[in-house]
């Protein structure tokens, strides 16, 4: 198995995890979660940017500034996914 199709299975798992979790307003406040830049498929971001204010309107995959929430730690194992801080 090549490191692209395991990097595209880790992808689509965390994607289905963030699914099923619920959506992005009830994960927010969840603890051990944390936003995970660059890693969004198009149209499944979840929450706006400078560019839109809405869940669901990312316009490309992997745009570097669309984020979705993954568990903690996730983020820094998937190829293209930086963890978004909080400004100070």
Do not use: R
Not at 61 to 68: L, S
């Amino acid at each position: 198995m090549k490191n692209s199709d395991l990097t595209k299975g880790a992808l689509a798992t965390v994607l289905a995890m963030g699914m099923a979790v619920g959506s992005g307003a009830a994960v927010a406040g969840k603890k051990g979660m944390e936003k995970c830049m660059g890693i969004a498929k198009k149209g499944m971001n979840d929450c706006g940017t400078s560019k839109h204010a809405c869940s669901g309107q990312s316009k490309v995959d992997g745009a570097p500034d669309e984020w979705v929430y993954v568990p903690k730690g996730t983020c820094n194992k998937i190829v293209g996914g930086v963890v978004k801080t909080k400004k100070k």
